[in-house]
């Protein structure tokens, strides 16, 4: 970095609630110059405009470790003369339960500016405040209470004088976290997000004095947008925004388009105008939704309506992998898990944009695999690989959502994490990036190792969310709701599941190392082997099911599932153990967060037919009008979980055949799987060129087609 200065108001000590603090540069040129870079970065959020044209929202989430800046160049938007820059700083208490739980700040809100000089002035805006939108966990705190600043009207142009605006002060070193610090800061390491205009039709103009109205707009799908209300006069009229994923009855949710029998639930930003002729509200972060409620409440003046746009942003995802099969339906399933992943994607990848925008260990795992193949773009999951050994914790287990302000722990998620650093080797092969997480990875592996029992399981490491100091989540299994997601029988005991992933782990650990050339790959496997040893000796029934803890009753798919992917079971028992829970009742189902693990499992013991059964609840999710992936159908709290974007890797991975073969793709297997699909073809995009793939199968032949650029047939291999 250069001589850049973080500049903030003159505030002394740590707030009490979040503020918006607007900071204004304005100074002359006397051409416009062919080029004007800058850089910039903010305590916790910024929204840049100059000249009145909005042109970034930053910086990418950083941590107390790495902080990050936004370069850009400012020369389209600058002009001969005065020229204005606003910047809308978003800053929160540091209390971590009193603000977004994804943004790390210091105690200071602060503006990083690296370029041009002139005269800078700021202001703390009064009338926004943020509110927690849940009172248990409210993890995002983004929804405002707002009214007009008339200390701030039009400030972002070239009209609006600031002369009563104080100057802001640069901030000493003191009061910034390390990371902060000029000579720390690092470029952004993910694209800015991309932007697209949307407007809606409003079906009212003018609301006439003492009126309440109501009314609804459906933007057709779920999108992440930032809103911009436009209204006039209306001096004293409340206006509520309610943003909702879909129609909720008193029994759930099923049609999400049912106006008739649900209702929209949601969060919302309320807005108190203060009246002139135009008048504009724009909530600092942006929202998801798929419908909007409005609802206006008038004084004794008339308002109207003038307009309400929205911008929608996300990372910018270059799909160009293609797909299509003999079955109609994957086609759609194909388009609502594109538009999931999407949703998700930001400067992190994110569990739900509506609820938490958290970046989980496990949701991201899949997620990075989706993008892998629709794209074959790592610069988003080498940021979250980065970001999750970060949070790593003195023990070796990792917070199970990074950036988190807060602690969340979820033990088996931190294996999860060692999978994604594999499943990079394989796509990428970046031998450095290998080298540079095995640390984490064995401290990982040595929390687990330190906790076996005497009988060689992993012993009982968490519990029940809220009830334990950490929450061994496993997956939305109907009879799990009760225990949050947690195995029934972890309320007795160990889980078999944390046993498996353990074991996963150390597998995947033992190719790491020997591609890294660590020579603990022997030792890994040796571990691993131990613990598949106590596994079949404690956790196994009689009839060689596996149970889901040592002792215990409780059967359930996923641990026949891990069991399948770890070798814990052999080919013949495996098979036997998950056609039984495909059609036995009484055994706890995959649900969508672990379908990609099932689905490998049937894919490995050559029942991969069996995932047209499951494909059914994505068709349900078509059905009941959803328009991107639900969490999961037992608990359907997020309509927009990118766990269940599993078309994105199993049409172009499996049905198609197109996965890496070794480390770096260095050989691609072309190896179709078809199931009871009779034909498919398209296009995969990979890190070593396009593989286009069509095959028909008739009377139980498979006719095989592949095309590839020359560089890229030397390295296909068919079995």
């Known amino acids: 970095m250069g001589n850049g200065v973080w500049l903030s108001p003159l505030v002394r000590s740590d707030e009490d609630r979040a503020r918006l603090v607007d900071y204004r540069l304005t100074w002359r040129e006397n051409l416009p110059p062919r080029a004007c870079p800058v850089r910039l970065s903010a305590d916790c959020r910024y929204k840049l405009w100059c000249n009145g044209a909005f042109v970034s929202f930053g910086p990418a989430k950083g941590d107390g470790k790495v902080w990050y800046y936004d370069a850009l160049d400012l020369a389209p938007w600058l002009r001969a003369g005065i020229n204005v820059l606003a910047v809308q700083v978003l800053h929160y208490p540091a209390d971590p339960a009193r603000g977004n739980h994804s943004l790390f700040r210091s105690r200071r809100p602060g503006l990083y500016w690296e370029g041009p000089a002139g005269d800078w002035r700021c202001h703390t805006e009064q009338t926004v405040s943020f509110y927690a939108e849940e009172s248990r966990f409210a993890p995002l705190q983004i929804h405002e209470r707002a009214a007009l600043d008339a200390a701030a009207r039009d400030w972002r142009t070239a009209a609006f004088h600031a002369d009563r605006w104080e100057r802001p002060e640069p901030l000493p070193e003191t009061a910034l976290l390390p990371s902060q610090r000029p000579d720390r800061l690092r470029p952004r390491p993910v694209p800015f997000a991309q932007r697209r205009e949307g407007r809606f039709l409003l079906p009212v103009s003018t ?108 990372y910018p995802l270059a799909v160009r992998t293609r797909v299509s099969t003999s079955d109609a339906s994957l086609a759609g399933i194909w388009d609502i898990s594109l538009r999931t992943l999407r949703r998700c994607m930001h400067d992190t990848y994110m569990d739900c944009p509506f609820y938490e925008q958290l970046q989980y260990i496990m949701d991201t795992r899949s997620q990075i695999l989706y993008t892998y193949a629709v794209s074959a773009d790592d610069r988003l999951a080498r940021q979250a690989i980065d970001d999750f050994s970060r949070a790593q914790r003195p023990d070796g287990l990792m917070n199970a959502s990074y950036p988190n302000v807060t602690v969340n722990v979820i033990p088996g998620f931190s294996l999860y994490y060692i999978l994604m650093v594999h499943d990079h080797m394989m796509y990428f092969g970046d031998l450095a990036l290998v080298r540079r997480h095995l640390p984490v990875i064995d401290r990982v592996l040595d929390f687990f190792g330190g906790h076996l029992t005497s009988e060689g399981l992993v012993g009982k490491v968490g519990g029940v969310n809220g009830k334990a100091p950490f929450w061994s989540f496993i997956d939305w299994a109907a009879e799990w709701l009760p225990t949050e997601g947690m195995p029934t029988a972890g309320l007795y005991g160990p889980l078999t599941m944390e046993s498996l992933l353990y074991v996963l782990g150390l597998q995947k650990a033992a190719e790491l190392a020997e591609y890294a050339g660590s020579g603990r790959g022997p030792e890994y496997r040796a571990r691993a082997e131990a613990v598949q040893a106590a596994i079949r000796s404690r956790c196994m029934d009689q009839s060689g099911m596996l149970t889901d803890g040592p002792g215990r009753p409780e059967l359930s798919q996923h641990t026949q599932v891990f069991g399948i992917l770890t070798g814990t079971l052999d080919e013949a028992q495996g098979r036997r153990n998950l056609l039984r829970s495909m059609e036995e009742t009484g055994v706890a189902q995959c649900t969508v967060a672990m379908c990609y693990y099932l689905f490998r499992a049937l894919e490995r013991t050559g029942l991969y037919e069996y995932t047209d059964r499951c494909w059914d609840i994505w068709r349900r999710m078509l059905a009941d009008h959803c328009t991107t992936c639900v969490e999961a159908e037992g608990y359907a709290r997020s309509e927009c979980h990118a766990w269940g974007a599993l078309a994105l890797y199993e049409l172009p991975s499996v049905v198609l055949g197109v996965r890496p073969a070794a480390p770096g793709y260095e050989r691609i297997l072309v190896r179709p799987c078809p199931g009871l699909l009779t034909s498919a073809s398209g296009t995969v995009h990979t890190p070593r060129g396009d593989v286009s793939v069509s095959w028909e199968k008739r009377d139980g032949e498979l006719s095989l087609r592949i095309e590839a650029e020359e560089e890229v047939k030397k390295r296909i291999i068919t079995e």
């Open 207 to 314: 609301v006439p004095t003492h009126t309440v109205c109501s009314f609804v707009l459906d933007a057709g799908e779920e999108v992440c947008a930032f809103l911009r209300l436009a209204v006039s006069g209306g001096r004293g009229a409340q206006i509520e925004l309610l943003q909702s994923e879909c129609y909720v009855t008193d029994r759930g949710k099923a049609d999400r388009l049912d106006a008739e029998h649900g209702r929209l639930e949601g969060y919302t930003d309320f807005y108190t105008v203060s009246g002139g002729d135009r008048e504009v509200y724009e909530p600092f972060w942006f929202r998801s939704f798929r419908f909007l409620k409005v609802t206006v409440k008038t004084e004794d003046e008339p308002l109207a309506l003038l307009s309400l746009d929205y911008e929608e942003t996300g």
